[in-house]
């Protein structure tokens, strides 16, 4: 027997596509205590594409974890589009996932057996969702994979199968994709090619993009950089370029870590 989920909350938050509002993560307890995320308040636009960057350890992917409802927040609420994702149980956290949120691995997480299409079409046919054909062929031909559709993962280029798992989520037009290290796995050139994708998917759709990245290049693709130092934000970049980019993390000198009980 399926249980329906119950309504998701709503809150308006009028143009933001995902919010966090002093959020705390804290893993483990006594002297194994970590403390991931100490108070974060960020607000991510809707269209626009934002990338997470912070030296090793400093809480990118805790943050993006919190934000896509993958993890749990010790305190504080996050929100993406008008849903509180805080609160929300296992079959509503399903469901917000579902209906609202794409992701990018670094490693792609393309299913083997599958060709590229069956592939990109998955998340709605696991949502009992039919795509709309004009959306469709538009990522495609945006992608450029329109004579590879036929393919499984393992007869495509790194390259090609990262625009497959891009195509993937975006093909459901989520509230935002969350991608993570995307082009971690590429050569330059594959990269670019992805970055000038997600890029696009903003710029003549609309799209949101979240993006936890190490690479100054893959920054300076986005509309804004936010920099994390210990779990807290603590530099803003806007119209970034890869030696800005560069500048803002050689400046971040890193602070001893706090004391902070929660
Ligand atoms: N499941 C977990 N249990 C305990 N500690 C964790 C867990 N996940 C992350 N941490 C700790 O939380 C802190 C932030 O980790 P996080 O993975 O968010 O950092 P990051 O900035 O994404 O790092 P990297 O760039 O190396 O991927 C680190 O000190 C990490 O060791």
């Not at 992701?103 to 969702?129: C, V, Y």
């Not at 991608?179 to 609309?206: I, K, W």
Request: proline share 5%; net charge neutral; with cysteine.
């Amino acid at each position: 027997m399926t249980t329906a989920a119950p309504p998701l909350t709503r809150q308006r938050t009028e143009t933001s596509a995902a919010r966090a509002a002093q959020v705390w993560k804290v893993y483990g307890a006594g002297e194994a205590q970590v403390v991931a995320l100490r108070g974060v308040d960020v607000e991510l636009e809707r269209g626009r594409f934002t990338a997470i960057m912070g030296p090793s350890g400093s809480g990118k992917s805790t943050l993006m974890h919190c934000l896509a409802g993958l993890d749990s927040v010790s305190r504080g609420q996050v929100f993406v589009g008008d849903t509180e994702v805080t609160g929300l149980n296992d079959a509503g956290l399903t469901r917000l996932r579902r209906e609202k949120i794409g992701f990018i691995f670094q490693q792609f997480n393309l299913l083997p057996t599958l060709t590229a299409q069956e592939n990109i079409l998955l998340p709605l046919a696991i949502a009992g969702r039919k795509p709309d054909q004009d959306w469709f062929k538009t990522v495609i031909d945006t992608v450029g994979l329109g004579d590879r559709l036929g393919h499984r993962p393992n007869q495509l280029s790194g390259g090609q199968q990262q625009r497959v798992a891009c195509a993937r989520a975006l093909v459901s037009r989520p509230e935002v994709v969350f991608a993570d290290e995307p082009t971690g796995n590429l050569d330059s050139r594959s990269g670019a090619e992805v970055l000038g994708f997600l890029r696009r998917s903003v710029t003549e759709y609309g799209q949101t993009i979240v993006m936890v990245t190490h690479d100054a290049v893959a920054a300076s693709y986005a509309d804004r950089v936010i920099f994390l130092a210990d779990g807290q934000i603590v530099a803003e970049l806007t119209g970034p370029t890869p030696e800005r980019v560069l500048d803002t993390l050689k400046s971040l000198d890193r602070p001893a870590p706090l004391e902070t009980e929660l």
